[in-house]
């Protein structure tokens, strides 16, 4: 099993949009029921404000290397992540478990 961790936060010199945040973060919550190879999916914003904080976090799960690639270039998640790219930078981090 292969877990995927990103985290999300506002780009530097992106003025916070609230109706935007919460659009993008919707559809970041419902693209794991859209994408058969994933296993586990959570998505949730941070709840403390620290200077090292981030403001979201995904968790996901595949079974594999070939499942990963599956979720990473299926047509809804590349959609999402053209929206996504002006408005969060990220990190994201896979490993086995």
Do not use: C
């Not at 919550?29 to 941070?46: C, E, S, T």
């Amino acid at each position: 099993m292969i877990r995927h961790i990103v985290l999300f936060r506002r780009r530097p010199g992106v003025d916070r949009d609230a109706g935007l945040e919460t659009r993008l973060a919707a559809r970041m919550r419902d693209l794991g029921a859209q994408i058969p190879a994933i296993r586990f999916w959570r998505v949730a914003a941070n709840e403390l404000t620290r200077p090292i904080s981030w403001d979201y976090v995904l968790e996901s799960e595949v079974d594999n290397a070939a499942e990963l690639d599956a979720y990473l270039f299926h047509p809804l998640h590349v959609a999402l992540v053209a929206d996504l790219k002006p408005y969060f930078d990220w990190a994201a981090v896979d490993y086995t478990v």
